[in-house]
């Protein structure tokens, strides 16, 4: 009897190892399936960001095209530095000055066709126009305290021209170094000297606004000859139909040239590329135009998308000109 319980306490000895062994698989199955469960998850989650993170990074690193990245050029560019204040006062503006016969080319049998930004004064414009690969006379303003490096900016260019501010019809914020209709001829001299220490290279010189002091026979006169001693020629921006420099030029036994067409009184794109159509069309009627532009987004893009039309034309710059 002794030896038959014995045999019955080791099978139940037995059978609790299984049940135990049994469990303890059960609980290792269930924690790996558990833990294959929230890693599987997690591992979704952990693919899932590192995708978009790819995806934004992708986004940024994406080459912009050119149009974007010359806006963002000029997004640089403080507003009060590219307001244009040129007064437009009639629509004989539009029309370019007389002509009396085609001039003839030496150099080229094509037509040529010169364009002045006008304004300049910041590193973010210079960047913009030079960016187009194209020969664009920069005229650059005097500094100011909104465009205090404008001078620093044309030294580093082989050429360019400056765009002297002159008095205006209608109440116009006045920039630095403006000429005025009461200025004595020795007053005017000695802005124009400044002006040659601040621009060592100038040659050539616009007026920037003026409808006042150009449509003046005696201020243009006092200015014409200042800029004869200093070897500086002046090209009228023709912002008033009555302007004096034709008579004034004839008069000291100058060739006159002026502005035949601005490109961006209205800065829609499509009514400058109109305009620079329009240019064109001067230059190959007359063998010489002058467009008038300034460092505006639309005024950039409308020349770079017009490149295949200065084909007809040979782009120079305006010391190349006359």
Avoid: C
């Avoid at 187009?132 to 305290?145: E, G, Y």
């Avoid at 001829?185 to 400044?194: F, G, L, W």
């Avoid at 135009?289 to 490149?307: D, Q, V, Y």
């Amino acid at each position: 009897m002794a030896k038959r319980r014995k045999k019955v306490k080791s099978n139940s000895n037995y059978l609790s190892y299984i049940t135990w062994a049994l469990s303890l698989i059960v609980v290792v199955s269930s924690s790996l399936a558990i833990g294959y469960y929230f890693g599987y998850d997690d591992g979704q989650k952990n693919i899932t960001l590192n995708q978009q993170k790819k995806e934004k990074v992708s986004t940024k690193t994406q080459p912009k095209n050119i149009n974007d990245r010359l806006k963002d050029i000029l997004k640089q560019t403080p507003k009060n530095a590219i307001d244009a204040s040129h007064e437009y006062e009639d629509l004989s503006l539009e029309k370019p000055p007389l002509r009396t016969k085609k001039e003839s080319n030496t150099s080229s049998s094509k037509p040529k066709l010169a364009i002045i930004f006008d304004d300049v004064s910041v590193k973010s414009q210079v960047k913009a126009i030079k960016s187009l690969n194209l020969p664009l006379t920069m005229s650059f303003l005097p500094p100011s305290k909104s465009s205090p490096n404008s001078a620093k900016l044309a030294s580093k260019e082989d050429f360019y021209m400056v765009h002297l501010p002159m008095q205006a019809m209608g109440n116009i914020k006045e920039e630095p170094f403006t000429l005025r209709i009461q200025d004595s001829q020795s007053e005017i001299d000695d802005r124009v000297q400044k002006i040659k220490k601040l621009f060592p290279k100038v040659r050539y010189v616009n007026n920037h606004t003026g409808s006042k002091f150009t449509s003046n026979e005696i201020s243009v006169n006092k200015l014409i000859s200042v800029l004869n001693i200093h070897n500086i020629n002046f090209i009228d921006s023709r912002t008033t139909a009555d302007t004096m420099v034709p008579k004034v030029m004839k008069n000291f036994g100058l060739k006159y040239v002026a502005r035949d067409v601005f490109l961006d009184h209205n800065t829609d794109k499509a009514y400058i590329k109109k305009q620079i159509k329009k240019a064109i069309k001067i230059a190959n009627a007359h063998g010489t135009a002058i467009a008038i532009g300034h460092p505006h987004t639309n005024t950039i893009l409308a020349i770079r998308e017009s490149k295949a039309l200065f084909v007809d034309v040979e782009l120079v710059l305006i010391n190349k000109l006359y």
